[in-house]
């Protein structure tokens, strides 16, 4: 479909399942390479910024290309009330995060780097997504069954708390499961 990526072998800088599974259902053919180091951001930085950093960062930690490679990487951030809600250490911290977003508006920005030998690229996306009121009950049942701990925000939206929680979405769904997937579609095309 995208003519233009045919002199390129994409690379995928990620380990996650589920940005391997939209990037396939684009239709681009790709490998997996997952980026290396440590991620962190200055904690000045204001959390609309800090995807578009951090999937920077991880653009950075290629710096030798072979066969006129394109990698994209990405990072996801959800924000409540300006505080970053990252990945939880545990089921305490996971229930405690859902209670805090339960009822309430926050944001989820993902944010993608698409980097070649000659060219780069950087974008984010913003979706704004609410809550119902969760029950204890259900916070307790999702995180026992699920167990959220690699996701940020301790929730996968396509998974049964957002089935059964999510009352609105401004914005992309997928960019909530961790990729833009039209605007990345529409800045591939223009690479």
């Known amino acids: 479909m995208l003519k233009n990526l045919e002199s390129y072998q994409v690379v995928l800088a990620s380990n996650s399942p589920r940005r391997q599974e939209l990037l396939a259902k684009l239709g681009i053919e790709f490998i997996v390479k997952p980026s290396q180091g440590e991620e962190n951001y200055p904690a000045t930085l204001d959390s609309s910024l800090v995807a578009e950093f951090l999937a920077k960062q991880k653009s950075d930690w290629f710096t030798s290309f072979e066969k ?20 939880p250490v545990d089921k305490t911290e996971a229930i405690q995060m859902l209670k805090n977003l339960s009822g309430k508006k ?14 780069n690229k950087l974008f984010s996306v913003k979706t704004k997504v609410t ?3 969760l029950t204890e009950e259900e916070i307790e049942y999702y995180v026992n069954i699920f167990k959220p701990f690699d996701k940020a925000g301790s929730y996968g939206i396509q998974e049964w708390i957002g089935m059964i929680g999510i009352t609105e979405i401004e914005g992309s769904y997928f960019n909530v499961m961790g990729l833009p997937t039209q605007v990345l579609f529409e800045e591939l095309k223009r690479f």
């Open 131 to 133: 809550f119902k009121n």
């Open 106 to 119: 926050h944001e989820v920005i993902t944010g993608v780097s698409l980097k070649s030998k000659l060219k």
């Open 68 to 87: 006129n490679e394109l990698y994209i990487t990405s990072d996801t951030v959800v924000v409540l009330d300006g505080t970053i809600l990252g990945k």
